[in-house]
């Protein structure tokens, strides 16, 4: 604590001592003064009893609903606190006692501003200068956002306005696409198409080459068995020759 911090809170507790002093003097003590005490100790300590009785508080809660006429114990009750209420001395008793709970209601709010104003200052600067800080922060950042989205309306507005255009474009490139997919779809098929009438004729000559080759079999075993009929009517006619039999041999081997 500062030197001046410590004088600060000296002068102050001196002046708050001679305040109180100089108040409980000036107007006396919060309660009842020993003067009234004095004049009026029986009527106020009667007050004080009826006050407190349980069928006096009953009616001050619901006086309308109360029967004097029927009850005057009541009654008499109830003129008396009137009436004691309603004296000068009572009156002029209460309203000191105002006067002293005013006095120092304000008296000691006086005393916590003051302790705030000179002690609370900086802390209460540094606390404003923050707040200050962060709403020029907070107003930096919604100039900002309001500027992002200026900007995203405008690149929204330009979108817009070419949205035809890309939808050309797109449908552009949509339609080469498919065009492109059709053709390759359509050489794929050619290509297919080929291969199969390729297969096809190279399956024809097989089928002609196998067709000449059973063909020509029958051909040369009709021409083997007529010759070997022949050479074997020549061997009936004539005398065996070992040649003919070994080549009817081999003829017959090779069937």
Same mark, same amino acid.
């Given at each position: 604590?500062?030197?001046?911090?410590?004088?600060?809170?000296?002068?102050?507790?001196?002046?708050?001592?001679?305040?109180?002093? !100089?108040?409980?003097?000036?107007?006396?003590?919060?309660?009842?003064?020993?003067?009234?005490?004095?004049?009026?100790? %029986?009527?106020?300590?009667?007050?004080? @009893? +009826?006050? *407190?009785?349980?069928?006096?508080?009953?009616?001050?809660?619901? #006086? %309308?609903?109360?029967?004097?006429?029927?009850? #005057?114990?009541?009654?008499?009750?109830?003129?008396?606190?009137?009436?004691?209420?309603?004296?000068?001395?009572?009156?002029?008793?209460?309203?000191?006692?105002?006067?002293?709970?005013?006095?120092?209601?304000?008296?000691?709010?006086?005393?916590?501003?003051?302790?705030?104003?000179?002690?609370?200052?900086?802390?209460?600067?540094?606390?404003?200068?923050?707040?200050?800080?962060? +709403?020029?922060?907070?107003?930096? /950042?919604?100039?900002?956002?309001?500027?992002?989205?200026?900007?995203?309306?405008? !690149?929204?507005?330009?979108?817009?306005?070419?949205?035809?255009?890309?939808?050309?474009?797109?449908?552009?490139?949509?339609?080469?696409?498919?065009?492109?997919?059709?053709?390759?779809? !359509?050489?794929?098929?050619?290509?297919?198409?080929?291969?199969?009438?390729?297969?096809?004729?190279?399956?024809?000559?097989?089928?002609?080459?196998?067709?000449?080759?059973?063909?020509?079999?029958?051909?040369?075993?009709?021409?083997? @068995?007529?010759?070997?009929?022949?050479? /074997?009517?020549?061997?009936?006619?004539?005398?065996?020759?070992?040649?003919?039999?070994?080549?009817?041999?081999?003829?017959?081997? *090779?069937?």
């Amino acid at each position: 604590m500062s030197p001046d911090t410590k004088k600060f809170l000296l002068r102050l507790g001196l002046c708050a001592i001679a305040g109180w002093i !100089a108040g409980n003097w000036l107007l006396g003590p919060p309660g009842l003064s020993d003067a009234y005490m004095e004049a009026n100790r %029986h009527e106020h300590e009667h007050y004080i @009893e +009826i006050i *407190k009785s349980h069928e006096y508080k009953l009616y001050a809660q619901r #006086p %309308h609903l109360a029967d004097l006429a029927a009850d #005057p114990h009541l009654a008499d009750r109830v003129a008396f606190v009137e009436a004691y209420t309603a004296s000068e001395d009572f009156q002029a008793e209460q309203h000191r006692r105002e006067l002293y709970s005013l006095f120092f209601e304000f008296f000691n709010s006086g005393l916590v501003i003051v302790l705030a104003v000179r002690l609370g200052r900086a802390p209460l600067r540094a606390f404003l200068d923050e707040q200050i800080e962060g +709403i020029r922060e907070k107003l930096s /950042q919604s100039a900002r956002s309001r500027k992002t989205a200026v900007a995203r309306k405008a !690149a929204a507005e330009v979108s817009i306005d070419r949205l035809p255009e890309t939808e050309m474009r797109v449908h552009g490139e949509t339609e080469r696409r498919l065009e492109k997919d059709l053709h390759e779809l !359509a050489e794929a098929n050619h290509y297919s198409l080929g291969l199969q009438e390729r297969e096809l004729v190279e399956r024809k000559k097989a089928a002609v080459h196998n067709a000449e080759l059973a063909v020509k079999r029958r051909l040369v075993n009709a021409a083997i @068995e007529e010759l070997t009929a022949r050479v /074997q009517q020549a061997r009936h006619d004539q005398s065996a020759d070992p040649l003919l039999d070994d080549f009817l041999e081999e003829l017959e081997a *090779k069937r």
